[in-house]
């Protein structure tokens, strides 16, 4: 069986399904990946490796393998994004200010893996605090898009580390984290599923916060099923978050397979927007048609006030982060560099320790929520806010799901002036993951196809607050008929 030549290559599924059938052992399967991460360490997607931990956690799993006590993702290798704190393992965001902090507890959506069996195989590269959309600022320096060819490309962020580790089969599936487009952008970008899921779906205990009222936890993996398995397990009320929902968490897989046919789904007009890709268009106009075919309905919808949602979120994101990094002060956490005064060593410690991008941030941050400022520029943009997730709420009267592009082009190349040296230029990349995001919906990008240059382009598929099982049966049914994994 060629699957068994290199175990990296099967989904989450498979590997469950092998270890099962005694075809090969945990210990077999987290080798290969250790190989694998071996192989391929100059994308940099680790940025801190444990391969001890995953071979001891390997060896408890194949017990209850034997046992008939094997959990959801008994023995499955992941990676985790560097923004989850993991009792006991190194966390840094891929901030300056963090290097050296080891947390004393874990997130709770980490627990929830490790409670199913799951074992890590290490810390995932990200932007610093997850700010940024290319992975290019990280204190670890950026990720190589295993898509990469003559140049080396952006594996796209802000989890890129996860995108690039699950595309260059360095880890069975990866956590991400979504704030305005930072699972699902770099899953475009890497040929690779990740679902982002309703605000509320998965707890933020325990991720390092970048905007509370926007981040979210979600899955990265190889296909649409393996997302559901994930999600299933990351998913779930938490008491210590107290914006997590009290809602019960379907079984995604169920969902997988079921007929489309009379499903709505809406095409938002306004997505046409200029500087989009020709051939992004030309997918998206594919991908409607593919669902088509299989009997859903394709209406268009109209969301009249998606123009203001990057100006929106590029105020709501900064002003929470600016308050939510204010505790990184060199007292508690990180690094601490002296000064004469106390105040002197928390502008030493906070003008060392974060990046460019973090603090262009944080001064936004703190300017639109100043004394003068804040009617005009945070109290309108939560107004805006509003508008938008009406807007959407508004379109899925129409619809079941929406169908967008979920990045206007490909990859791009690491150092890419124009995107380096203005900022609003990298921004306008998240033109449509954002709105999302401010409206809280769930949402997930699976590849589509190639571009001439042979690089992965994806879709989205936005769903109904808590709807994430609609994403699933559509996002199956358009995988089946794309076959990427032919591609890759
Ligand atoms: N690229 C967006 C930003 O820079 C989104 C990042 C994210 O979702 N964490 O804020």
């Not at 995604?252 to 051939?279: H, N, S, T």
Request: charged share 25%.
């Amino acid at each position: 069986m060629d699957r068994m030549t290199d175990l990296t290559k099967l989904t989450i599924a498979e590997a469950k399904e092998g270890l099962k059938k005694k075809e090969f052992s945990t210990t077999e399967l987290t080798k290969a990946y250790l190989n694998k991460m071996d192989e391929c360490r100059r994308l940099n997607a680790y940025v801190c490796e444990t391969p001890d931990l995953a071979l001891k956690q390997a060896q408890v799993s194949q017990e209850k393998y034997q046992n008939g006590t094997a959990g959801d993702l008994e023995g499955i290798p992941l990676g985790i994004k560097d923004l989850f704190c993991t009792k006991g393992i190194a966390t840094t965001a891929c901030s300056n200010i963090l290097k050296g902090f080891v947390p004393p507890y874990e997130s709770t959506v980490t627990s929830k893996l490790l409670a199913a069996g799951a074992s890590f195989l290490g810390k995932l590269n990200l932007d610093e605090f997850a700010m940024g959309g290319s992975n290019e600022t990280s204190a670890f320096g950026p990720v190589i898009n295993p898509w990469s060819k003559d140049v080396p490309l952006v594996a796209g962020g802000s989890s890129g580390g996860s995108a690039a580790a699950v595309a260059a089969n360095m880890c069975a599936g990866a956590t991400g984290t979504d704030t305005g487009g930072s699972i699902r952008q770099p899953s475009a970008y890497c040929g690779v599923t990740g679902i982002k899921p309703t605000y509320g779906r998965c707890s933020r205990y325990g991720i390092i916060a970048f905007a509370s009222s926007l981040d979210q936890a979600g899955p990265i993996a190889k296909d649409v099923r393996d997302c559901a398995i994930m999600l299933k397990t990351m998913s779930g009320y938490d008491a210590k978050d107290a914006t997590s929902a009290k809602i019960d968490v379907p079984d995604f897989e169920a969902y997988l397979g079921q007929d489309i046919k009379g499903m709505k789904i809406g095409l938002p007009k306004e997505f046409y927007v200029d500087g989009l890709d020709k051939e992004i268009a030309a997918y998206w106009n594919k991908a409607a048609e593919m669902l088509k075919a299989r009997g859903a309905e394709v209406v268009e919808v109209s969301l009249p006030h998606i123009k203001y949602a990057l100006a929106t979120y590029y105020i709501i994101a900064p002003a929470e982060a600016s308050s939510n990094l204010a505790r990184y002060d060199g007292l508690r956490f990180g690094n601490r560099i002296d000064g004469k005064h106390l105040d002197d060593m928390y502008i030493n410690s906070r003008t060392a320790g974060f990046g460019k991008e973090v603090k262009r941030r944080i001064m936004i941050g703190t300017y639109v929520l100043s004394a003068g400022y804040y009617d005009a520029y945070y109290l309108r943009a939560q107004k805006v806010r509003r508008l938008i997730r009406e807007d959407y709420l508004k379109a899925f009267e129409k619809c079941d799901v929406m169908l967008t592009p979920t990045a206007p082009t490909a990859a791009f190349a690491i150092g890419d002036k124009s995107m380096n040296e203005n900022p609003i230029l990298m921004w306008l990349n998240d033109i449509f993951t954002v709105s999302v995001s401010l409206a809280g919906l769930p949402a997930m990008s699976l590849p589509i196809g190639l571009s001439e240059a042979g690089l992965p382009l994806g879709m989205q598929l936005v769903g109904k607050a808590f709807d994430e099982a609609s994403i699933f049966k559509v996002a199956d049914a358009l995988e089946k008929d794309v076959d990427f994994r032919k591609v890759r």
